[in-house]
């Protein structure tokens, strides 16, 4: 097995709306916002090749929405995920199956495109098969108020309509599995959204964790900084101290999928609860 990053883009959300109930004045400490109130957030994916399969994990916002949507969301910088997937030796062709923690936009978005004259959608990835659960996706296809400019119909129904589309199975009230199509193990959690799956994957004798988001960015390590965008705050403060705890006893590293300047973190136990130990880059961590 290998791995590899891609960077397929970086934008911009409320730093009030990422920080939930917690003050400014403490979250600003570690990400810092612009004069908007907007704190730099990445869409880091994971590329996983293994054997003749060549799987993504998530993919990105996608640049099918109008320029109206993206300027809600400042986009920055110069990734991309083609320019990332070339500089790795790939071409999104080549991918053979995509891997979506949920159905978010900022997730999901770049699993479909227009088709060439624009008149309706297309897989962007055509030779590739498309995971999701049951449940969370039919969270997504049946939205609440709450998160539904959050799913969008034009990322989410192309899916199913191409005939590609491909369910993880998990035991009922199972939590933890193993994707045997994967070769890697899925946590399940309900706080962000119903049935997010964050993956874990032994590479070179380290337990990689993929954190979606249940741990958007360095900055939300202590418990009480969640996201305003979670559906059940109460539920993602108790999964997080669960899983926090979990990853700084067993040492494991912590792939960070939103943190636009921590690529990978480990944690730590303090008197004051888990917080941040080191930050690596995948390079330093796994190619030096």
């Known amino acids: 097995m290998n791995l590899y990053p891609i960077e397929a883009g970086n934008f911009k959300l409320d730093g009030g709306a990422m920080f939930g109930v ?25 590329l996983i090749e293994n054997g003749d399969r060549l799987s993504l994990i998530d993919t990105g916002l996608g640049n099918k929405q109008t320029e109206k949507f993206f300027s809600h969301y400042y986009p920055w ?28 936009f900022d997730h999901c978005g770049g699993a479909i495109k227009w088709n060439k004259d624009r008149t309706g959608y297309e897989p962007a990835f055509k030779n590739a098969n498309f995971w999701s659960n049951k449940d969370h996706w039919q969270w997504a296809t049946k939205p609440n108020a709450r998160e539904k400019a959050s799913f969008l119909k034009e990322n989410i129904l192309p899916i199913e309509e191409s005939g590609k589309l491909k369910f993880l199975e998990r035991k009922e009230n199972e939590n933890y599995t193993k994707a ?3 070769d890697f193990g899925v946590l399940f959690v309900d706080g962000h959204t119903d049935k997010q799956m964050i993956p874990h994957l032994n590479y070179k004798g380290k337990t990689l ?3 979606a988001d249940l741990l958007p960015t360095a900055g939300h390590i202590p418990l009480p900084y969640v996201m305003g965008f979670d559906t059940r705050p109460l539920l993602t403060l108790s999964e997080k101290d669960k899983f926090l705890k979990k990853a700084a006893d067993e040492g494991y590293y912590l792939f960070m999928q939103h ?7 480990t ?22």
């Open 22 to 46: 917690v003050p400014k004045s403490l979250w600003q400490r570690t990400n810092p916002a612009d004069n908007n109130n907007m704190i730099d957030i990445a869409a880091r994916c994971l």
């Open 209 to 211: 964790v993929f954190m």
């Open 77 to 104: 910088g110069d990734h991309s995920l083609d320019k990332s997937l070339k500089t790795q030796g790939f071409h999104r062709d080549d991918i053979t199956d995509v891997f979506l923690t949920h159905l978010h």
């Open 267 to 288: 944690l730590k136990n303090t008197e004051k609860g888990v917080r941040l130990d080191n930050t690596f880059t995948f390079n330093e961590l796994f190619n030096s």
């Open 180 to 182: 045997n199509e994967f």
């Open 259 to 265: 943190d636009a300047h921590n690529e990978i973190i």
